[in-house]
């Protein structure tokens, strides 16, 4: 038998609007987190993460078939400090049947408190789940190009990517 207490407090607000044939989405996030338990090395850990994210999405630029997507987020963690990730994604239709994208985006994901802190025995069967206390964020690059044609019966798609991770929290 263990005792474990846990809190966690969410509170999100997000708000789009349309000017000028733009779609504009702000937004905002808080985190806190808070567990005691004998489950964890030291007993216990708090946290708290904000996020501020800003879009704009802009449909038939001047006319022409090109859309436009970009943003980007900011999250300020109490343990691991301040990570922007920026997107872009361009589309242009230079005719009915043929589309091209480009992609770019950066990611962010900071270990939880089971991959950090979590310690558990289950001698029965003879295993040990351990956290690691010194993991860092993973933080993520990925391009994207892609193609598209559609012909009567033929769709034809291709598409190139590239993602680099560095520090996968697995």
């Known amino acids: 038998f263990q005792v474990t207490d846990q809190q966690l407090g969410l ?36 946290r708290q993460r904000m996020a501020f994210f800003l879009q704009d999405q802009a449909d038939d630029i001047g006319g022409s078939s090109l859309q436009i997507l970009s943003g980007i987020r900011f999250d300020f963690d109490s343990w691991f400090g301040f990570y922007p990730t920026p997107k872009l994604a361009i589309r242009y ?10 992609v770019y985006g950066a990611g962010y994901r900071a270990p939880d408190f089971k991959e950090l802190f979590l310690y558990f025995e289950n001698p029965s069967v003879g295993y040990v789940v351990e956290g690691n206390p010194d993991l860092a964020p993973e933080t993520s ?30």
């Open 141 to 170: 690059h990925s391009l994207q190009f892609e193609g598209e044609l559609y012909l009567d019966s033929l769709n034809l798609i291709v598409n190139v990517f590239r993602n680099n991770i560095q520090g996968l929290i697995t």
């Open 93 to 102: 239709d230079p005719v009915d049947a043929f589309r091209l994208r480009f």
């Open 11 to 46: 509170f999100a607000l997000q708000h789009d609007h349309f000017l000028g044939g733009h779609l504009f989405t702000e937004g905002v996030e808080f985190q806190s987190e808070y567990i005691e338990t004998d489950r964890l090395k030291d007993g216990d850990a708090t």
